[in-house]
């Protein structure tokens, strides 16, 4: 059965980020043979860190937004841990997320549902984007981040960097427990772990395309998904932050939970976190009121046409 892949968006394929990608959801599988208690709870405490410190507190909301300011030392520290998360270095996840914001669920989005919801939340990752296929045009994109020495390091070394913090892990556990536990973090930290965060990153790409509540009128399909936010430590309040990109909260209403701004205010108090973008006033967010979604229209932003031309991936490639 062929895939078809989206013309505009599907230039090469990257063979060895599929191979990666395969082995590490292989390896993954094995979780239930070294299964220990330290190891689950410590990919439960990377499942935070990489996703709410790495991703979503430093690539997203300080790199890619520049949501607030950030002690310099900080600013490292959360990106080699967004490195551990393996979903590229600082200046390709950036640059990637800049334009998707520049060309939500348009022709040149990078991973727009309305191609299909696999292609957006999963398949896109295993293409360059014609627009990012090379390193100068990631830079390209991101000229601020590309100045700065050592985020152009993590991102040419990203995957040593998590190999190096994996490894340091298994062997803190050696130390502490024994060799099974130290086999076992390495499996749960390393792969368990780094297949949950995958997920739950791409949820945001692809479910909250699709699925939930709009408050803003954005020019995109962006929706509110309360089960994506509790994932993603408040990114699933995608449609609020489509609506206002900059601001450092994305949880608008005082329910929608946001527990990356949480890590954001302690930080800030501690003064490690400076000139933060603040949200719509009081008033304004009191006034606030969803913009009606019918089942019609998801269904129609589903069934969107697309490009008349297409790529056609068999199982020969």
């Known amino acids: 059965m062929a895939l078809v892949l989206p013309r505009a968006t599907a230039n090469t394929f990257r063979l060895p980020t599929a191979i990666g990608s395969i082995f590490v959801h292989l390896v993954a599988l094995t979780a239930p043979f070294v299964f220990s208690w330290p190891g689950l709870a410590l990919a439960v405490v990377f499942y935070y860190l990489t996703g709410c410190w790495g991703i979503t507190f430093c690539y997203h909301r300080l790199l890619s937004h520049k949501s607030f300011k950030a002690n310099k030392w900080l600013t490292y520290l959360t990106a080699a841990i967004g490195c551990m998360a393996l979903q590229g270095g600082p200046l390709w996840w950036c640059a990637h997320h800049r334009l998707h914001h520049r060309e939500s669920d348009k022709e040149m989005d990078p991973h727009s549902p309305r191609e299909s919801f696999l292609w957006s939340h999963v398949l896109w990752f295993h293409f360059n984007h014609p627009k990012l296929a090379t390193h100068e045009q990631v830079c390209a994109m991101v000229p601020d981040l590309a100045q700065d020495p050592v985020l152009r390091w993590m991102d040419k070394h990203f995957i040593t960097v998590s190999i190096l913090a994996n490894l340091t892990i298994a062997a803190t556990a050696w130390l502490i427990w024994d060799a099974y536990v130290a086999l076992s973090a390495f499996v749960w930290v390393g792969y368990v772990r780094t297949v949950v965060v995958w997920h739950c990153t791409w949820l945001v790409n692809s479910a909250t395309h699709r699925w939930g509540y709009k408050t803003y009128e954005s020019g995109d399909d962006s929706l509110n998904n309360w089960w994506v936010a509790l994932l993603t430590f408040g990114e699933g309040w995608h449609n609020n932050h489509h609506a206002k ?3 450092a909260r994305s949880g608008h209403q005082w329910w929608e939970y946001d527990v990356t701004y949480a890590l954001i205010t302690v930080f800030r108090s501690l003064g490690l976190v400076w000139d933060v973008v603040p949200m719509p006033n009081e008033r304004e967010v009191n006034q606030i009121k969803p913009v009606p979604v019918t089942v019609s229209e998801n269904q129609a932003a589903a069934q969107a046409p697309k490009a008349p031309k297409a790529k056609v991936l068999t199982g020969s490639r």
């Open 245 to 247: 990109q900059r601001v």
